[in-house]
């Protein structure tokens, strides 16, 4: 379904690229080619976020470690070990606070909210996921955050991935939307418990970040 432009009206880009919208399902929005334009911004503060908090292969309480390298900015940063998940302000690994969401990532993801419309998002955490080829993740719910009326908000850079969009049990049957670099998409409302997962990655080479595929999830944890 292509019905229009969105759009970035809180940017003052000197050049705005076209983006187009596919609505999934009622609270799912896909941005085609959104987060474009700001890409060097979005990769810059990837590269920042890094430098304080690297990606690493966190570990799932069962013990298996995961495929896909991860870290945090924001108040809060999700994270997994052997005795739990959770969001905590605290970074494990270096002992101290996650480094602050950059400005491209809270702009981006408060324009794309309120493009799918919802105007209040008002993201404290994002997940920053690093995935390589072979790298996957199984279906699941996101449902440790505390108030399921925010949206998620997803940002894809780098190579492709198919994205696995299932409904609100586990045994439903995905639907495989496919997500290149600069996409971006909205999951809320009666969209916001949906089980979804990304499929083992295809080898790929991508201009900017090689063989790599980044994914930022803005949320509200707290
Ligand atoms: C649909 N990440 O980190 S983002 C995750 O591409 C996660 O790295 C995937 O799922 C990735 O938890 C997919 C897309 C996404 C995020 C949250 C959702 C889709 C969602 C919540 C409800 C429904
Ligand atoms: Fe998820």
Redesign the pocket.
Known sequence: MDNGVSDLDLFDGIEERRSWREDLCAG?TVLRAYALAHEADLLAGVTSVCEVAPFRHMHTPGGFRMS?AMTNCGDYG?VTDRTGYRYDAIDPVSGQPWPQMPDAFLRLAQAAAAAAGFTDFTPDAC?I?C?EPGAR?SL???KDEHDFRQP?V?V?LGIP?V?Q?GGDARSDKPVRVP?QHGDV?V?GGP????????LALKQATHPLLGGRRI?L?LRKAA
């Open positions: 799912a896909v999700w997940l996921n995935y993740m699941h719910q996101d998620i997803s894809s991935a994205f969009f997500l998409v999951w969209a916001r418990l949906r089980y979804h997962g990304v994914n999830t």
